[in-house]
């Protein structure tokens, strides 16, 4: 999601946590934080420093988008341009997003025998346009060796749809298992040509999870060689470790240089598949200089299939024996009886390696997508792995990989014991507070002691939990007094711990109030906060966490927002739902609807009031967008009530905050629905 983001280190904090990414000293790269793009009305500034008081040294359009590398003490962004320089323009004029994937399609690259044994599935991005796709040997074991051309292009749409689908490297037996990357590394290999495409040189990087800008050294090249075109290149490394994308090329050109012909006969790849990206077969066809025109060999496709695409292409190979297309792909459509459905087993597992629920998916031939069904797996756990995985299943129905697993974990919960008596120790009530781990302040609730009873103990205590889920102190107790018994100053509760530094009130079910007083009836739909509008307003407003000053207000009941640009969602009523930065903080809450800038048209939101119940202790967060802030924790077995889902993480309802109806946001696998 995208974010104005104001201040310097804070907001650097913030949008490293979000990304996990390495620290800025990258040997062999630099760090792309995210994206900005461009809101100004027409042109924008770029400039050489965080401030207008820097040159200016060139402008951007409008709508147009840039990697971000760091941000300055300011909030401005310095920017990287397509020219390879760098700059800096206003965060009030820009949105932000975190973490940065380039415009394309992903493209599955297999490497496979002549027998058809799959060596190794790689996925490469592939950027709008043209992309030259090369056989990455690293990935294959040792001594195989590459049968035909180790290049294919690869065209990529605006929508990210690639043609051909995937991508085929045969190589003959043999060999022993390739050589790994170090640990916690993705390995790069780094291919330098000349501007006809012979190899120059070849290098390898290992990257450590995170985006890295990687540049073209010169280093080992022939003699007065020089880069042509790009000299950088970002590589994305995720968390698993799969590199996007594995294999980058530079361009290099001498002066006065004529390649050598090659001595072999030029030829082209050219590959059979199916209109959905099935590898049927693949052959390889010799060339001569001049146009060639290619065929395609029906008989090298099984029975029951029909070519759907023309049955000849023209290949072009220069002086230099380079064909033009380097490969060609005839499409073929399977008769109905052929069509093929494969269930791919499902596994949900436990970090330590239980299974928790096991799943069979239908997949069709070509490529598919399975994604983690929180549903599967007992509540309470959450997904660690990633929620994603690609299935290719090829023509005589191999599904690779042949199955797929989920990784789950439970959250570290501890329980403390809050017992509240009088002065003379007698016992008045009990409570038990669930809490994660590291450090909470848990709150006195008055409301579990009789009327006419006043507290004497301090108001919180503070609880630390470690990962084994051990808690200390394990007990809290708050001292009462009634009325007119009062004769000393208020005495710490017992046993206290040294103050930690994040305070969180904590809600027992059995003391939240009703949540609506005359709330609409329940939709029966499930309802999803619409996209956001944008627009600046130019006064101070009071922000409550819902639609009316009886709201609880963040901050001490101090928030407020005082200008600047905002993001707005829609109308309750009188009031408007927006999201604004406060201090250092990102929060979504209200303001009245008089405060909605001019231009900007809200239609009023269709929340959906429905009962819920938490089924596990839920923290309550005032932002789902970036950086949620914990204002709370929703204890198991509260009631309240669901207003919508924002993305698919977080469901948005409305409960009681320290006596104050309040809305926020919280895990949507914590609702029981």
């Given at each position: 999601?995208?974010?104005?983001?104001?201040?310097?280190?804070s907001?650097?904090?913030?949008?490293?946590?979000?990304?996990?990414?390495?620290?800025?000293?990258?040997?062999?790269?630099?760090?792309?934080?995210?994206?900005?793009?461009?809101?100004?009305?027409?042109?924008?500034?770029?400039?050489?420093?965080?401030?207008?008081?820097?040159?200016?040294?060139?402008?951007?359009?409008?709508?147009?988008?840039?990697?971000?590398?760091?941000?300055?003490?300011?909030?401005?962004?310095?920017?990287?341009?397509?020219?390879?320089?760098t700059?800096?323009?206003?965060?009030?004029?820009?949105?932000?997003?975190?973490?940065?994937?380039?415009?394309?399609?992903?493209?599955?690259?297999?490497?496979?025998?002549?027998?058809?044994?799959?060596?190794?599935?790689?996925?490469?991005?592939g950027?709008?346009?043209?992309?030259?796709?090369?056989?990455?040997?690293?990935?294959?074991?040792?001594?195989?060796?590459?049968?035909?051309?180790?290049?294919?292009?690869?065209?990529?749409?605006?929508?990210?749809?690639?043609?051909?689908?995937?991508?085929?490297?045969?190589?003959?037996?043999?060999?022993?298992?390739?050589?790994?990357?170090p640990?916690?590394?993705?390995?790069?290999?780094?291919?330098?040509?000349?501007?006809?495409?012979?190899l120059?040189?070849?290098?390898?990087?290992?990257?450590?999870?995170?985006?890295?800008l990687?540049?073209?050294?010169?280093?080992?090249?022939?003699?007065g060689?020089?880069?042509?075109?790009?000299?950088?290149r970002?590589?994305?490394?995720?968390?698993?470790?799969?590199?996007?994308?594995?294999?980058?090329?530079?361009?290099?050109?001498?002066?006065?240089?004529?390649?050598?012909?090659?001595?072999?006969?030029?030829?082209?790849?050219?590959?059979?598949?199916t209109?959905?990206?099935?590898?049927?077969?693949?052959?390889?066809?010799?060339?001569?200089?001049?146009?060639?025109?290619?065929?395609?060999?029906?008989?090298?496709?099984?029975?029951?299939?029909?070519?759907?695409?023309?049955?000849?292409?023209?290949?072009?190979?220069?002086?230099?024996?380079?064909?033009?297309?380097?490969?060609?792909?005839?499409?073929?459509?399977?008769?109905?009886?052929?069509?093929?459905?494969v269930?791919?087993?499902?596994?949900?597992?436990?970090?330590?390696?239980?299974?928790?629920?096991?799943d069979?998916?239908?997949?069709?031939?070509?490529?598919?997508?399975?994604?983690?069904?929180?549903?599967k797996?007992p509540?309470?756990?959450?997904?660690?792995?990633?929620?994603?995985?690609?299935?290719?299943?090829?023509?005589?129905?191999?599904?690779?990989?042949?199955?797929?697993?989920?990784?789950?974990?439970?959250?570290?919960?501890?329980?403390?014991?809050?017992?509240?008596?009088?002065?003379?120790?007698?016992?008045?009530?009990?409570?038990?507070?669930?809490?994660?781990?590291?450090?909470?302040?848990?709150?006195?609730?008055?409301?579990?002691?009789?009327?006419?009873?006043?507290?004497?103990?301090?108001?919180?205590?503070?609880?630390?939990?470690d990962?084994?889920?051990?808690?200390?102190?394990?007990?809290?107790?708050?001292?009462?007094?009634?009325?007119?018994?009062?004769?000393?100053?208020?005495?710490?509760?017992?046993?206290?711990?040294?103050?930690?530094?994040?305070?969180?009130?904590?809600?027992?079910?059995?003391?939240v109030?009703?949540?609506?007083?005359?709330?609409?009836?329940?939709?029966g739909?499930?309802?999803?906060?619409?996209?956001?509008?944008?627009?600046?307003?130019?006064?101070?407003?009071?922000?409550?966490?819902?639609?009316?000053?009886?709201?609880?207000?963040?901050?001490?009941?101090?928030?407020?927002?005082?200008?600047?640009?905002?993001?707005?969602?829609?109308?309750?009523?009188?009031?408007?739902?927006?999201?604004?930065?406060?201090?250092?903080?990102?929060?979504?809450?209200?303001?009245?609807?008089s405060?909605?800038?001019?231009?900007?048209?809200?239609?009023?939101?269709?929340?959906?009031?429905?009962?819920?119940?938490?089924?596990?202790?839920?923290?309550?967060?005032?932002?789902?967008?970036?950086?949620?802030?914990?204002?709370?924790?929703?204890?198991?077995?509260?009631?309240?009530?669901?207003?919508?889902?924002?993305?698919?993480?977080?469901?948005?309802?409305?409960?009681?905050?320290?006596?104050?109806?309040?809305?926020g946001?919280?895990?949507?696998?914590?609702?029981?629905?």
């Amino acid at each position: 999601m995208k974010r104005i983001l104001r201040k310097g280190f804070s907001v650097i904090l913030a949008v490293l946590l979000v990304l996990s990414t390495l620290p800025a000293a990258i040997a062999d790269g630099m760090p792309i934080i995210g994206t900005v793009t461009v809101t100004a009305n027409n042109y924008l500034n770029v400039r050489e420093g965080g401030s207008t008081s820097y040159a200016r040294i060139t402008t951007i359009p409008t709508g147009s988008s840039y990697p971000v590398l760091s941000i300055a003490q300011s909030g401005w962004y310095e920017i990287l341009l397509p020219d390879g320089r760098t700059g800096y323009v206003s965060n009030n004029l820009v949105d932000f997003t975190a973490g940065y994937q380039p415009p394309g399609g992903t493209i599955p690259v297999y490497y496979r025998t002549v027998d058809g044994r799959l060596l190794y599935t790689d996925y490469v991005r592939g950027r709008v346009g043209v992309n030259e796709i090369y056989a990455n040997a690293s990935l294959v074991p040792s001594g195989y060796q590459l049968q035909g051309l180790g290049k294919v292009s690869v065209s990529v749409d605006s929508s990210g749809n690639a043609v051909p689908a995937a991508v085929l490297f045969l190589y003959s037996a043999g060999g022993t298992a390739p050589t790994t990357a170090p640990l916690n590394h993705a390995a790069v290999e780094i291919r330098y040509v000349d501007n006809y495409g012979n190899l120059l040189k070849t290098s390898t990087v290992y990257l450590r999870a995170g985006s890295h800008l990687l540049y073209a050294n010169t280093n080992g090249l022939p003699s007065g060689y020089q880069i042509i075109g790009a000299k950088d290149r970002v590589v994305s490394v995720s968390a698993q470790l799969v590199a996007n994308p594995s294999t980058i090329i530079f361009t290099a050109s001498g002066a006065g240089y004529v390649p050598t012909v090659p001595s072999n006969v030029p030829q082209v790849i050219v590959n059979y598949q199916t209109t959905n990206g099935v590898w049927l077969n693949t052959e390889y066809v010799n060339l001569s200089s001049g146009y060639n025109i290619v065929y395609a060999n029906d008989s090298l496709v099984p029975e029951g299939y029909s070519r759907y695409s023309s049955s000849s292409i023209s290949v072009y190979v220069d002086n230099y024996g380079k064909p033009t297309p380097s490969s060609v792909t005839f499409q073929y459509q399977p008769k109905a009886a052929q069509e093929m459905v494969v269930s791919v087993p499902v596994y949900y597992r436990s970090a330590s390696g239980e299974t928790l629920a096991v799943d069979y998916v239908s997949c069709k031939q070509g490529n598919n997508t399975i994604y983690a069904n929180n549903n599967k797996v007992p509540s309470g756990y959450v997904l660690q792995s990633q929620r994603s995985v690609p299935v290719y299943i090829s023509y005589n129905g191999t599904a690779s990989p042949s199955s797929v697993v989920f990784t789950y974990a439970l959250p570290v919960n501890a329980s403390v014991s809050v017992i509240y008596q009088d002065n003379a120790g007698n016992y008045l009530n009990s409570q038990i507070v669930t809490v994660g781990i590291g450090s909470h302040t848990i709150y006195a609730n008055s409301s579990m002691v009789p009327k006419g009873y006043t507290r004497i103990s301090a108001d919180s205590a503070s609880v630390y939990v470690d990962a084994n889920g051990n808690v200390s102190p394990s007990g809290l107790v708050f001292v009462y007094a009634p009325q007119g018994a009062i004769t000393e100053a208020p005495k710490p509760p017992t046993p206290t711990d040294t103050p930690k530094p994040y305070i969180v009130p904590t809600m027992p079910p059995e003391t939240v109030a009703p949540i609506i007083t005359n709330p609409p009836a329940p939709s029966g739909k499930d309802y999803n906060i619409p996209a956001h509008k944008t627009g600046s307003i130019s006064s101070e407003y009071a922000v409550y966490s819902g639609p009316g000053t009886e709201y609880y207000r963040a901050a001490n009941g101090q928030a407020n927002v005082k200008g600047g640009r905002c993001r707005f969602y829609g109308l309750d009523g009188d009031w408007a739902m927006m999201g604004y930065q406060f201090r250092d903080d990102y929060r979504i809450g209200y303001i009245q609807s008089s405060g909605v800038p001019s231009g900007v048209s809200l239609s009023q939101l269709n929340f959906m009031y429905e009962p819920v119940t938490i089924v596990q202790d839920a923290n309550f967060n005032d932002d789902p967008i970036l950086s949620p802030s914990k204002i709370g924790v929703i204890s198991k077995g509260t009631t309240v009530s669901l207003l919508g889902f924002f993305g698919e993480r977080w469901a948005y309802i409305e409960t009681t905050l320290e006596g104050e109806p309040a809305r926020g946001f919280v895990n949507r696998a914590r609702i029981g629905r």
